[in-house]
């Protein structure tokens, strides 16, 4: 990371490591696009109004004053502020709400972008950070073969960056509908409650999730122990999830032919689809995991959390799941399902734990030397002709002797230099590998590099 960037939870990087995200970036979206998603790109700038749709609290929400009538802040309710967006998929819900004449539905969208929240900064943990987001919207109506499909594209995005290091990815699912439907059953009323004390699970502990089932939910120890046993059926085979959660309701006494187990069965149904889908084609990339809850309370489907093998100190790095009632107009309503990608927390972990870099700090593949300052015309020349070609190309900042402009090439990481035959018709023009020291004549309009040394790679401390 840069040495300036000092300002806690706000990170610059390298040339070499922005190199990392760029590739991350352009991985991620022709995964995206080449499963017909489209790009948009919202504000910064959200309405508090909006931004607590998500049941975020306002220390989480950086709030603006410029923007607005200065010395009147502490007047004006939160809701009535403007603020950072912390998150891509609230700024999504008035997206398609204002814009809905226009769209094409369901509509399918990526976006990568920069975002801000009030946390603790801590390693992979920032308050400026980007996110790469992909939702499927429906107008009204949205089928469920769609919770199949978003996970599945986040996998193969994510298989994608295991050639720069990162372990592999799984996705953990569950459905709301299948935890909500069993502890109806059970007799429990505060579900949102009850969600949110799962969701502690991995961080508390069973014990203590159990406690504040009790103390908080009003469960029973009977019924707190239920919870954990449905938290603890963890499959990738639809057949075994089925008879494992049924036998859990016969375990503790419940009523198969009930409106709750009706419901239940219905997200069972959803979930054994959406494994046994994506077993078709990824075996193990996505795992039934019912202890997944996802604390924010507008999911009303799947929920998925996804880990990294080895690394699961970094927690979920991609999680979301599907929401009906995030974005309503009146009677209209505009469901949908989508995954997010903590796309600075996977950066920092290449760069910091793998230890990726680009192999060069330049993207230029060739560096034109410059004979005299007379003829600087000649070797621009000449970058125009690579350059018209795709060949990144730069060219000596001044007409130095040979040997410093080959050192400054170096410095960049510039495998390629470029001698113009400096006027003589006679003579062709050269170009040195510096790698291996290999000199040889050379053409503008028909020249290739080496593809070893065309572009940057990524590369880490295990290839080298």
Same mark, same amino acid.
């Given at each position: ?53 998500k049941g975020e609290t306002s220390k989480e929400i950086y709030l603006l004053s410029r ?190 032919? @009930?409106? *709750?187990? /009706?419901?239940? +069965? ?11 889908? &994506? =077993? !078709? ?97 000649? @070797?621009? *020349?000449? /970058?125009?002709? +690579? ?11 001044? &007409? =130095? !002797? ?63």
């Amino acid at each position: 990371m840069a040495k300036g960037a000092s300002l806690s939870g706000f990170p610059e990087w390298l040339p070499q490591e922005r190199a990392v995200e760029q590739t991350l970036i352009d991985t991620l979206r022709s995964v995206f696009e080449l499963h017909g998603f489209q790009g948009i790109e919202t504000r910064a700038v959200e309405p508090g109004e909006s931004l607590l749709k998500k049941g975020e609290t306002s220390k989480e929400i950086y709030l603006l004053s410029r923007l607005q009538e200065v010395g009147h802040e502490a007047d004006t309710p939160l809701e009535s502020r403007l603020g950072l967006h912390f998150d891509l998929t609230v700024p999504l819900s008035r997206y398609v709400i204002e814009n809905s004449g226009a769209l094409v539905f369901p509509f399918k969208r990526w976006q990568i972008q920069k975002v801000w929240r009030g946390e603790r900064p801590q390693e992979g943990r920032f308050r400026e950070f980007v996110q790469a987001d992909i939702d499927i919207v429906g107008n009204g109506e949205l089928a469920e073969h769609y919770e199949v499909e978003v996970p599945l594209v986040m996998v193969e995005a994510l298989e994608r960056f295991r050639e720069y290091g990162l372990p592999k990815a799984t996705v953990h699912v569950n459905s709301r509908k299948l935890s909500e439907g069993f502890y109806r059953a059970l007799g429990l009323t505060d579900i949102d409650g009850v969600l949110r004390e799962v969701d502690k699970l991995d961080k508390i502990g069973g014990d203590e999730v159990a406690r504040l089932l009790v103390s908080e939910c009003g469960a029973s120890e009977q019924q707190a122990a239920a919870c954990l046993d449905l938290a603890a059926i963890t499959t990738d085979d639809a057949e075994d999830l089925r008879a494992r959660f049924t036998s859990l309701c016969a375990t503790n006494g419940l009523d198969m032919d @009930s409106e *709750e187990i /009706a419901l239940a +069965l219905g997200g069972l149904a959803t979930l054994g689809t959406i494994i046994s889908e &994506a =077993a !078709k084609t990824r075996p193990g990339a996505v795992v039934a995991d019912l202890k997944i809850a996802r604390g924010l309370d507008y999911y009303t489907g799947s929920v998925y959390e996804t880990f990294l093998d080895g690394a699961e100190q970094l927690g979920s790095i991609c999680s979301g799941g599907r929401y009906d009632n995030l974005a309503t107009q009146g009677k209209k309503t505009y469901p949908g399902v989508g995954l997010s990608i903590g796309l600075s927390r996977l950066l920092s972990y290449l760069l910091h734990t793998v230890g990726a870099v680009a192999s060069r700090p330049s993207p230029a593949a060739v560096m034109v030397a410059v004979w005299n300052e007379d003829n600087r015309s000649v @070797s621009d *020349e000449v /970058a125009r002709n +690579l350059r018209a070609r795709g060949i990144n190309t730069d060219v000596a900042p001044k &007409a =130095a !002797k040979i040997g410093k402009q080959i050192r400054h090439a170096e410095q960049l990481g510039i495998p390629y230099v470029w001698f113009p035959a400096n006027g003589d018709e006679a003579a062709s023009d050269q170009v040195k590998n510096i790698v291996t020291g290999e000199q040889v004549d050379a053409s503008a309009v028909s020249w290739l590099p080496d593809t070893v040394y065309a572009q940057q790679t990524i590369v880490t401390s295990e290839s080298e």
